[in-house]
């Protein structure tokens, strides 16, 4: 990576974090990566995932749900640029679902969300909780990356407009796997679910609801990795902690210690 790439690398974070914490942006990010010219490459598209025997209800009918979704084109400048619809990963009869905003580079490219270093910490997250990824379900609003200039780097928030048009998939996902709870992971997936607006500081650590789901709020694990300090670290915790509470999860003292400074 050239140092010029590493600057714009960080003006984006830079960004997205201000956006997190609700604060208007007037500058844009694509004219900033437009200067950069870091093409990707197109990786075929991966096979679907094996159904498991026998097929459960809510499996076969994820299944049935998959196959227009994936041919989706009601978004053309989206079906222009996507490398492959990003469907959404996970047990179909979970009980805890995580929703993002939207397939990023790495997502786009494998074909699955939450893959990449954000991806990584989600894993983490999850596992501290005691759930493996196969346990839970993960999805995003949008399911076709966000389109970018074709020599831009990085990835764009998705337009309200884009998510509105895409959330119905989302829905139906939800209808069917019918989780007892959800986590929206950052500011703009609480904007594509429930066209918040407030800063993630306001809408997280308390539940809300999405159509009779109960639904907590917390930041983008993107964000963690940009800001590493404890006290962000366990705001994320306690909203999970809560999130296990609902689930009447049994939760250790460790757990309930995660991240809380040393005495
Ligand atoms: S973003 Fe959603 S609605 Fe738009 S083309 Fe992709 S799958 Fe279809």
Request: net charge positive; hydrophobic share 40%.
């Amino acid at each position: 990576m050239t140092k010029f790439q590493s600057a714009l690398d960080h003006v984006h974070a830079t960004l997205s974090d201000l956006r997190e914490q609700g604060v208007e942006l007037r500058a844009s990010a694509a004219a900033l990566t437009r200067l950069a010219d870091t093409p990707t490459a197109a990786k075929p598209v991966p096979a679907p995932l094996p159904g498991s025997s026998p097929v459960s209800a809510k499996a076969g009918r994820l299944a049935a749900l998959r196959g227009p979704v994936l041919a989706c084109t009601l978004c053309p400048h989206l079906v222009k640029s996507r490398t492959q619809v990003v469907f959404g990963v996970g047990n179909p009869e979970a009980e805890l679902m995580f929703v993002g905003e939207a397939p990023g580079e790495d997502e786009d490219l494998q074909g699955e969300p939450f893959v990449g270093k954000a991806g990584q910490l989600l894993t983490k997250i999850i596992v501290a909780m005691g759930f493996t990824r196969d346990d839970v379900y993960i999805g995003n609003v949008l399911k076709c990356r966000p389109d970018m200039p074709p020599s831009d780097s990085g990835n764009r928030k998705p337009k309200p407009a884009e998510m509105a048009t895409c959330l119905p998939y989302l829905r139906q996902q939800i209808d069917i796997i019918q989780p007892r709870a959800l986590v929206a992971l950052g500011a703009t997936a609480m904007e594509g679910l429930l066209a918040a607006t407030e800063p993630m500081a306001r809408l997280r650590g308390r539940w809300h609801d999405f159509h009779g789901i109960p639904l907590m709020a917390t930041y983008h694990p993107a964000y963690l990795l940009r800001n590493q300090s404890l006290t962000e670290k366990r705001k994320v915790w306690e909203d999970m902690l809560l999130v296990l509470e609902h689930l009447a999860k049994p939760i250790s003292e460790r757990q309930r210690g995660f991240f809380l400074p040393a005495k």
